[in-house]
C-alpha cells in the first residue's frame, strides 16, 4: 500500500506558490491498478515523481510498504558522469539484485551495444529512456509507475516494451498517466483525477474518463 496522509505540494513562481495537491490524503492499495489523468499542466507528473520519493511534499507524510519501481523511462535519476554500467552496479547493489543478470538484461533489451560502457551525459535522449525502462523491467517491482513510457522507440521496441510490461502486469499493480483511454481501460481499476489540487477517485473507469474528457474540452 501507498498512502498520501494530508500532501501538499506547491511550487514558488513568481512570488506566489502553484499548487499541485492540496492537502490530500489517499490510498493505493495493493491489488489494484491507478489511471491518473488531468489536464495538461495540472501536476500529474509531479505526482508520479511524490509517488516514486524522487519528490518530497511541502507537507504531509507518503508512506510506502510496498516495492515502488522509478517512473519508467525516467532517467534523470542517473550519475550522468559514470558509465551506463558502472550506473546498473549501483542500482543492483541498492535493490540487492545480481548486478551480472542486470547487466545482461538491460544490454540485451536496451540495445545501445558499446554505449553500455560510455557515460549517460553521452546518450541521446531516446538511448536514456531505453536504458531506463530495460532497468525497470530488470528488477521486479510490486508495483510499477508508468507515464506514457510504452511511446519511446521505433515501432519494435515499442512492442518489446508492451511484451515487457504485460508480463510484469500480470504479477504487479500499475500507477498510470496516459492520454489514451484504451489504454487506461485495459490496464486501470481505479481513476484518480487531478483537478485544482485534488484527487478525485472514480471506482467506474468509465466515469472517471467521462470526467477527463469533459474538463479536456
Known amino acids: 500500500m501507498i ?102 538484461f538491460v544490454s540485451d533489451f536496451a540495445e545501445i551495444g558499446s554505449y553500455i560502457n560510455e557515460p549517460i551525459r553521452t546518450y541521446s535522449s531516446g538511448m536514456a529512456a531505453r536504458f531506463a525502462f530495460g532497468l525497470s523491467m530488470a528488477i521486479e517491482f510490486d508495483c510499477y509507475l508508468v507515464d506514457e513510457i510504452t511511446a519511446v522507440g521505433d515501432a519494435s521496441f515499442q512492442k518489446r516494451c508492451r511484451d515487457a510490461f504485460r508480463e510484469r502486469r500480470a504479477r504487479s499493480d500499475v500507477i498510470m498517466i496516459s492520454h489514451d483511454m484504451e489504454t487506461i481501460k485495459n490496464y486501470c481499476d481505479v481513476v484518480l483525477v487531478l483537478i485544482d489540487g485534488h484527487l478525485v477517485r472514480f471506482d467506474n473507469v468509465e466515469d472517471g ?6 474538463l479536456n474540452r
Request: charged share 20%; net charge positive.
Open 3 to 104: 498512502v498520501f496522509d494530508g500532501v501538499t505540494k506547491y511550487y514558488k513562481t513568481a512570488g506566489h506558490k502553484r499548487y499541485i495537491l492540496r492537502q490530500q490524503s489517499v490510498h493505493f492499495v495493493s491489488g489494484t491498478s491507478y489511471g491518473l489523468l488531468g489536464v495538461n499542466g495540472a501536476g500529474k507528473s509531479t505526482t508520479m515523481r511524490l509517488i516514486a520519493g524522487a519528490e518530497m511534499p511541502n507537507r504531509g507524510r507518503i508512506r510506502r510498504n510496498v516495492r515502488v519501481s522509478w517512473p519508467l523511462g525516467f532517467a534523470n535519476g542517473f550519475n550522468t558522469m559514470l558509465s551506463g554500467k558502472e550506473n546498473l552496479k549501483f542500482v543492483s547493489r541498492a535493490y540487492g539484485e545480481d548486478f551480472q543478470r542486470v547487466l545482461r
Open 209 to 214: 474518463i467521462a470526467t477527463y474528457m469533459r
